[in-house]
């Protein structure tokens, strides 16, 4: 514990905003004398829930191609420097089992084993970490940065900005780092929640409704991504990893179509099975349950035996290529990152130094660097948190 005296007659090093995933592994990276600070009450609060509590750290596949940025170049240098593989042998080095599930994905067993791991490390390199502390301004003072905090001033050569995006403001989300981005005179790139469930427009929501709770396998598509994986219903639209991952690639107004059953040619099935049954729920029960197929016809009925071909032509539509305008994303509360974010060509992308601002250093979600599902936002936040460390090494 770091005294009032202390805090208030040390110039530090380096002053790290933010006591997550990218903050905490910057600060276990270097050993120049350092403080963390946090206004949550608990360090790492957003990987401590993490992966279902347990941490999709990783992505053995991970490659700039699974990023979403305005500058598709700016992540390569800090993959390079920080792989999957050193992340692994850290969790090994602290005894800390792992494993590898599908697509890649690596996975911790219980998320705050990690969390554990990333304070006992920094604590090693000579950080202090202040929670319960809200940093409320940061200003350039006689050549050092001047951080006013609810614990009183905090003086530091270097600042780290580390303070995320806006998703989940109940685990300690806030504009405070795209604001002072700005106050310093970065761009930023307008921010928008992603990884996150779609809302149907009004005239989908009641019928929809009933299904809340189901899941399938289906493809989402919008524009030119497609991605197929568990699909559920909720109860404003559509949720799950399929829904999740495309709502990275969906802007306002834009039309998603849904393929209720990936794989199938549903007119050539409907037109197999209409002397078989009565109805295209009967008919399509191994594929998809009855309840899912009844919504998604909704009006136009599910009578197969006496189906017209124009019939059976829309309601194969309806089943292979669903059409709807979502009316929104399930917002910040609920959305696991936010896209857009200070702009990189702000941010030298070896050191993550602000061109702009000598000494001012920004890292993990608050950059425009967005990642698909899957282990890839935390592999950002390790990989941009260990870049700036380097860098802040090598400073006196
Ligand atoms: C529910 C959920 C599950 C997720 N699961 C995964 C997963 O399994 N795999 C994956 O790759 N990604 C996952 N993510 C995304 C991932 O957690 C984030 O991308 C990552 O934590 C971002 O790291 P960061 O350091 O940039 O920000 P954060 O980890 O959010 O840390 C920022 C910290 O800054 C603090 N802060 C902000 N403003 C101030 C201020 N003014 N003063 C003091 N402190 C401040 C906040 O309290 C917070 O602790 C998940 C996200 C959510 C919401």
Same mark, same amino acid.
Not at 245 to 271: C, K, M, R, Y
């Given at each position: 514990?770091?005294?009032?005296?202390?805090?208030?007659?040390?110039? =530090?090093?380096?002053?790290?905003?933010?006591?997550?995933?990218?903050?905490?592994?910057?600060?276990?990276?270097?050993?120049?004398?350092?403080?963390?600070?946090?206004?949550?009450?608990?360090?790492?609060?957003?990987?401590?829930?993490? $992966?279902?509590?347990?941490?999709?750290?990783?992505?053995? =596949?991970?490659?700039?191609?699974?990023?979403?940025?305005?500058?598709?170049?700016?992540?390569?240098?800090?993959?390079?420097?920080?792989?999957?593989?050193? =992340?692994?042998?850290?969790?090994?080095?602290?005894?800390?089992? +792992?494993?590898?599930?599908?697509?890649?994905?690596?996975?911790?067993?219980?998320?705050?084993?990690?969390?554990?791991?990333?304070?006992?490390?920094?604590?090693?390199?000579?950080?202090?970490?202040?929670? $319960?502390?809200?940093?409320?301004?940061?200003?350039?003072?006689?050549?050092?940065?001047?951080?006013?905090?609810?614990?009183?001033?905090?003086?530091?050569?270097?600042?780290?900005?580390?303070?995320?995006?806006?998703?989940?403001?109940?685990?300690?989300?806030?504009?405070?780092?795209?604001?002072?981005?700005?106050?310093?005179?970065?761009?930023?790139?307008?921010?928008?929640?992603?990884?996150?469930?779609?809302?149907?427009?009004?005239?989908?929501?009641?019928?929809?409704?009933?299904?809340? $709770?189901?899941?399938?396998?289906?493809?989402?598509?919008?524009?030119?991504?497609?991605?197929?994986?568990?699909?559920? =219903?909720?109860?404003?639209?559509?949720?799950?990893?399929?829904?999740?991952?495309?709502?990275?690639?969906?802007?306002?107004?834009? *039309?998603?179509?849904?393929?209720?059953?990936?794989?199938?040619?549903?007119?050539?099935?409907?037109?197999?099975?209409?002397?078989?049954?009565?109805?295209?729920?009967?008919?399509?029960?191994?594929?998809?349950?009855?309840?899912?197929?009844?919504?998604?016809?909704?009006?136009?009925?599910?009578?197969?035996?006496?189906?017209?071909?124009?019939?059976?032509?829309?309601?194969?539509?309806?089943?292979?290529?669903?059409?709807?305008?979502?009316?929104?994303?399930?917002?910040?509360?609920?959305?696991?990152?936010?896209?857009?974010?200070?702009?990189?060509?702000?941010?030298?992308?070896?050191?993550?130094?602000?061109?702009?601002?000598?000494?001012?250093?920004?890292?993990? *979600?608050?950059?425009?660097?967005?990642?698909?599902?899957?282990?890839?936002?935390?592999?950002?936040? +390790?990989?941009?948190?260990?870049?700036?460390?380097?860098?802040?090494?090598?400073?006196?």
């Amino acid at each position: 514990m770091i005294s009032d005296s202390e805090l208030k007659n040390t110039v =530090f090093h380096t002053a790290i905003i933010g006591a997550g995933a990218s903050g905490l592994m910057c600060a276990g990276s270097f050993s120049q004398s350092k403080i963390v600070l946090d206004h949550n009450p608990k360090p790492g609060a957003k990987v401590s829930v993490s $992966g279902g509590g347990n941490c999709n750290f990783s992505n053995l =596949f991970v490659s700039a191609a699974d990023y979403l940025s305005q500058n598709k170049h700016f992540c390569k240098s800090a993959l390079a420097a920080f792989k999957p593989q050193d =992340f692994v042998a850290l969790m090994e080095e602290n005894n800390l089992p +792992w494993q590898e599930r599908e697509n890649g994905q690596l996975f911790a067993f219980g998320a705050q084993h990690i969390v554990q791991m990333l304070v006992r490390r920094a604590r090693q390199a000579g950080t202090h970490i202040l929670t $319960g502390t809200e940093v409320l301004e940061v200003k350039q003072e006689n050549g050092l940065f001047l951080l006013h905090t609810s614990a009183g001033p905090v003086r530091a050569q270097h600042v780290v900005l580390a303070s995320g995006g806006l998703s989940f403001p109940a685990l300690g989300a806030c504009p405070f780092g795209l604001k002072t981005a700005q106050k310093f005179g970065l761009q930023v790139i307008e921010p928008r929640p992603a990884l996150a469930g779609l809302s149907f427009p009004k005239e989908y929501r009641e019928r929809f409704s009933r299904l809340a $709770g189901n899941s399938l396998k289906a493809e989402v598509r919008c524009e030119k991504h497609v991605f197929t994986g568990d699909l559920l =219903f909720t109860h404003e639209g559509v949720s799950g990893p399929a829904v999740l991952q495309i709502s990275l690639f969906w802007t306002p107004g834009t *039309e998603v179509q849904i393929n209720f059953l990936p794989g199938q040619d549903a007119l050539a099935l409907l037109q197999s099975k209409k002397n078989h049954a009565k109805t295209i729920s009967a008919a399509l029960k191994d594929h998809i349950s009855a309840k899912i197929v009844k919504t998604i016809l909704g009006p136009q009925g599910e009578d197969l035996s006496n189906a017209s071909r124009l019939q059976l032509e829309n309601a194969a539509r309806a089943l292979n290529r669903f059409s709807f305008v979502p009316a929104a994303t399930a917002g910040y509360t609920r959305a696991e990152v936010t896209a857009g974010g200070v702009n990189t060509r702000e941010i030298n992308p070896v050191t993550f130094e602000a061109k702009k601002v000598p000494g001012l250093y920004i890292i993990g *979600e608050l950059l425009d660097v967005t990642g698909r599902l899957g282990g890839f936002n935390l592999h950002w936040a +390790w990989c941009s948190g260990y870049a700036a460390a380097k860098a802040l090494e090598k400073q006196f």
